[in-house]
């Protein structure tokens, strides 16, 4: 007898605690915001006019940039990580997607108290700078970290073009 109380008191000893790990912290404080920039995140507000450019390759984009916070923020040095957060960056003109990517692993880099992915490049589906000039778009990103929490941003900006990249 002596020996099996003794068995349950090591399985008790070695239980973790229910609230430790990355994912025990809950997702309450958890937030993406939607920014621009191609070497520094800028942030971006509803009705701010953002530039897009022409690339070396002929095609146009938007320098997409994120800042998010209460999530696994991943491995920026290794796109293969698995717990870099799953990233969807769209540009929409009226309600269609003109730009940007689905479902991406994307690591995000410290930044002060938050973490950020500058300069993603949300290439354009168009095949002039006419067709989106001065057009009403959204800019939206969505987050899912290893954890499972998932967060949302929506900007509503004015495009312009803004040169060569």
């Not at 800028?42 to 209460?70: I, N």
Request: aromatic share 6%.
């Amino acid at each position: 007898m002596r020996g099996a109380w003794m068995a349950l008191g090591l399985v008790a000893c070695t239980k973790e605690p229910e609230d430790s790990g990355p994912c025990s912290r809950g997702a309450a404080d958890a937030y993406v915001e939607v920014g621009t920039g191609n070497t520094v995140f800028e942030a971006v507000t509803d009705g701010q006019v953002v530039p897009y450019v022409q690339g070396p390759q002929g095609g146009w984009h938007v320098w997409g940039s994120l800042r998010m916070g209460g999530l696994i923020p991943g491995d920026p040095e290794d796109v293969s990580s698995t717990d870099n957060p799953i990233v969807t960056f769209k540009v929409q003109v009226d309600g269609a997607d003109v730009g940007g990517f689905d479902a991406l692993p994307r690591g995000f880099s410290p930044s002060g108290d938050a973490f950020e992915r500058v300069g993603d490049t949300l290439i354009l589906q168009i095949t002039e700078s006419a067709q989106l000039e001065g057009s009403a778009a959204v800019l939206t990103a969505t987050v899912t970290d290893t954890c499972g929490t998932t967060v949302e941003d929506a900007r509503s900006v004015a495009l312009t073009f803004g040169g060569p990249a």
